[in-house]
Antibody, heavy 122, light 107 residues
Framework: EVQLVESGGGLVQPGGSLRLSCAAS????????MSWVRQAPGKGLEWVSAISSSGGSTYYADSVKGRFTISRDNSKSTLYLQMNSLRAEDTAVYYC???????????????WGQGTLVTVSS | DIQMTQSPSSLSASVGDRVTITCRAS??????LAWFQQKPGKAPKSLIY???SLQSGVPSRFSGSGSGTDFTLTISSLQPEDFATYYCQQYNSSPYTFGQGTKLEIK
């Protein structure tokens, strides 16, 4: 059974940093692209970032480019999102999602974690 | 960036009704179109990929169609558990944008 468990969310002040983790199990993690998608309170889904199976290709939404960094440790079956210079508008539930292929491009999301809440507030 | 526009934004229907939700892309996406269902407080669930392929385990009352820039999600006979918010997403080119969502409510 595919499982994706996010952690690392919490309350952080504007300008602060946070690192999210997504522990994966039930599939060969190193063979699939992964992504982060967020949802602000009461709002729709917003794609944040994606990474290829090898980690060699990464993609970002303009709203987080230069502030967030996606990475993965295939030996630990774990996906990360390093978030720096956080703003109030980054407040959201952050979901990790499993891609259905090696490549981030052309890869739909077949499984999702339950999400972790990030709140940016003073 | 590719813009995804869903219609309607909300929809009221009854159990047993046939409903259709539309998603339009601002440019061609090579049928790299997915549909997701989300219930309050829960993670999204994959329903359809490649515009018309049913994700494993999803009931056959769900179907997707379309090509080019215009796509539809159809639920042939609404069940009580289908009342939720539905999102389309293009995964053809980064940023992999979502539609704004369609909230399906009980009439």
């Amino acid at each position: 059974e595919v499982q994706l468990v996010e952690s690392g969310g919490g309350l952080v002040q504007p300008g602060g940093s946070l690192r999210l983790s997504c522990a994966a199990s039930g599939f060969t993690f190193s063979s699939f692209a992964m992504s982060w998608v967020r949802q602000a309170p009461g709002k729709g889904l917003e794609w944040v970032s994606a990474i290829s199976s090898s980690g060699g290709s990464t993609y970002y939404a303009d709203s987080v480019k230069g502030r967030f960094t996606i990475s993965r440790d295939n030996s630990k079956s774990t996906l990360y999102l390093q978030m720096n210079s956080l703003r109030a508008e980054d407040t959201a539930v952050y979901y990790c999602a499993k891609g259905a292929s090696y490549f981030a491009s052309g890869s739909y999301y077949d499984y999702w974690g339950q999400g972790t809440l990030v709140t940016v507030s003073s | 960036d590719i813009q995804m526009t869903q219609s309607p934004s909300s929809l009221s229907a009854s159990v047993g009704d046939r409903v259709t939700i539309t998603c339009r892309a601002s440019q061609g996406i090579n049928n790299y179109l997915a549909w997701f269902q989300q219930k309050p407080g829960k993670a999204p669930k994959s329903l359809i990929y490649a515009a018309s392929s049913l994700q494993s385990g999803v009931p056959s009352r769900f179907s997707g169609s379309g090509s080019g820039t215009d796509f539809t999600l159809t639920i042939s006979s609404l069940q009580p558990e289908d009342f939720a918010t539905y999102y389309c997403q293009q995964y053809n080119s980064s940023p992999y944008t979502f539609g704004q969502g369609t909230k399906l409510e009980i009439k």
